[in-house]
């Protein structure tokens, strides 16, 4: 028994001391472990399916401008001509420098700009939430699987996310603001809405966030004063305060980077953003074990993929925000006039954070947007999310810290933490595959949601298969040929190459075959399914995380000298028939 009380008194005296720091220090250990650990893994992640377009894309984006816009090659690049190249052209430029390769310096700037979207989370709940909200969420988009493990090699989603974290912020400070925000608070809000805008046009969204906002605090303002020519001077403020000179500096940024959108700057954009509501997606896609076409998914998908990847603890928070919200939002409306308007107005900027997490996922489920990969293309939710869980979580230790169990719920919080954590080791550097205990982890949900479905894991397959080969021929292996049929995009797996590697097409010259882990049936066309043919031979490696498949190699060397002597030994039969029968 004295030991237990002990090792409680030892438990508050620790709690005493982390209550004691400064929340704002604490934020700022963080980002720095963060960016060493970032820095030191970095290396560790392969080149992904969209990456080596991409990476074309930004090249022809530079000769663009070079060319005194005369080469128009980037007006017509794939399908990335709707994306504005605002990171693919700054990578294009950094790589022209960079003593690194070209993937080696696209990863570093990937991860930087990661690192400035958890910035961008921890400003946007600091101006909301105060210090320790801050700190919480900048701790929860950092574990976020997801958000984590795009963080390095996801030119797009992650950019994008970022952009998205600084323009909402920005649109809170203005709200904050209200009536007369500060010009530098818009403007940086142009820039941050800008530059989300120039990687991918649905940070348009974003502009919405601001008006509404904004169109709130000049109703509530109108309300409180009984005044309609206070909500009439109010609208004409937002627009030549607000709006006018937010667009004059979102548009020209959102420009910069984006060739086809210049050439008809009205139209275009909007043309872009119709592409992506309903973007054709020539394959199916896996979902809770079918197969569905990409625009006929359940209404579903997108939000059982957002439960599904969130951290447990997460989600659950950030349930209990939405219905301590619903709670506080009733109360208020028992309240008198004057109070209720008094809360409503305070509660205004917390209100925005939610829509921001909350909109874009009815908006897709409403318009049924094409949808695959998972949630990829909602990741820049998550900040928002993080920062709605962080609020919740906040409320919930100032419960507990009354309690006289409190140390062992902080202590089962803190054993939790810790386990999520090992998962992320686990995982590495595979972290975007993450599925929650809900499904039973990754491993229970292979065969019923992607896991690798862009070949990040292929890197690491090349270098198992190559090490395989060195250990079978040894000082032979150098002067051996060996033809790989790599199943999708070919970069993400010849990028790590060695000399005497080739890639191939054909199936029947494939000495191997690497691809990812999701096979579907007969019949049923999906990325990897070109490779089902190519298939037949004998597996010698496999990439696992957490007992579940993310990639392979087939062995189709005994096959292909099987297949090569019955067509000798068929075309010997040809001759002789041909040399006896008249």
């Not at 120039?198 to 109108?222: K, N, Q």
């Not at 990439?543 to 096959?559: F, K, N, Y």
């Amino acid at each position: 028994m004295g030991e237990k009380k002990r090792l409680v008194a030892w438990g508050e005296e620790f709690l005493h001391s982390l209550r004691a720091l400064d929340p704002d220090r604490w934020s700022m250990m963080l980002l720095a472990a963060i960016t060493l650990l970032w820095a030191a893994t970095v290396t560790d992640y392969g080149v992904t399916w969209d990456e080596d377009v991409h990476a074309y894309y930004g090249s022809l984006v530079i000769d663009y401008y070079a060319s005194g816009f005369t080469d128009l090659r980037a007006l017509s690049w794939w399908n990335l001509y709707y994306y504005g190249a605002a990171f693919d052209a700054f990578a294009a430029v950094l790589a022209k420098v960079s003593p690194l390769g070209l993937y080696e310096t696209r990863h570093a700037l990937n991860f930087t700009v990661g690192l400035i979207g958890l910035i961008g989370t921890w400003k946007l709940a600091r101006a909301v939430g105060g210090p320790k909200v801050a700190f919480w969420a900048l701790l929860f988009i950092v574990v976020a699987p997801t958000y984590y493990g795009h963080s390095f090699n996801n030119p797009k989603d992650v950019p994008f996310a970022a952009g998205m974290a600084w323009a909402t912020y920005y649109a809170v400070r203005v709200v904050q603001g209200m009536p007369r925000p500060p010009l530098r608070d818009v403007l940086l809000f142009g820039l941050a809405a800008g530059l989300a805008t120039g990687v991918r046009v649905g940070g348009f969204i974003v502009v919405g966030y601001l008006a509404l906002g904004v169109g709130l605090a000049v109703i509530l303002r109108a309300f409180a004063e009984r005044s309609l020519k206070t909500l009439f001077a109010g609208s004409w403020t937002g627009l030549w305060r607000i709006a006018l000179p937010a667009l004059a500096v979102l548009y020209p940024v959102m420009l910069l980077g984006w060739p086809w959108a210049q050439q008809d700057p009205f139209l275009n954009p909007y043309r872009a953003l119709t592409e992506f509501s309903h973007h054709v997606y020539p394959w199916k896609t896996l979902f809770a074990g079918g197969y569905y076409e990409a625009d006929q998914l359940p209404w579903t998908y997108l939000p059982l993929h957002l439960l599904l990847k969130t951290p447990e603890l997460v989600a659950a928070l950030f349930a209990a925000a939405l219905a301590l919200a619903v709670y506080a939002f009733g109360r208020s409306l028992v309240a008198g006039r004057d109070e209720r308007l008094q809360r409503m107005t305070a509660a205004l900027p917390a209100f925005l954070l939610g829509f921001a997490a909350i909109f874009p996922i009815v908006y897709a489920i409403a318009v049924r947007v094409t949808l695959f990969d998972g949630m990829r293309h909602f990741l820049f939710v998550m900040p928002p999310i993080c920062v709605v869980a962080a609020f919740a979580f906040q409320r919930l230790l100032e419960w507990l810290e009354p309690k006289p169990w409190r140390t062992a719920a902080f202590a089962s919080l803190a054993l939790y933490g810790a386990y999520h954590a090992t998962v992320l080791a686990r995982l590495h550097p595979n972290e975007y595959v993450y599925y929650n205990a809900l499904i039973g982890g990754t491993e229970g949900a292979e065969g019923l949601f992607k896991l690798d479905y862009w070949g990040n894991s292929y890197a690491e397959a090349v270098h198992g298969l190559v090490e395989k080969l060195r250990e079978d021929y040894g000082d032979e292996f150098e002067s051996r040929t060996f033809r790989v049929r790599i199943c999708g995009p070919k970069a993400p797996a010849s990028y790590y190459f060695p000399p005497n590697f080739e890639a191939t097409s054909v199936n029947e010259e494939a000495d191997f075959v690497i691809s990812m882990s999701a096979y579907a049936p007969a019949g049923i066309k999906t990325p990897e399914g070109e490779c089902d043919t190519a298939l037949a031979g004998r597996e010698i490696y496999r990439v696992e995380r957490l007992d579940a498949l993310m990639s392979l190699v087939i062995d189709r060397r005994d096959v292909k000298l099987a297949t090569a002597r019955a067509q000798v030994q068929a075309d010997a039969r040809r001759r002789f028939r041909a040399l006896i029968l008249p």
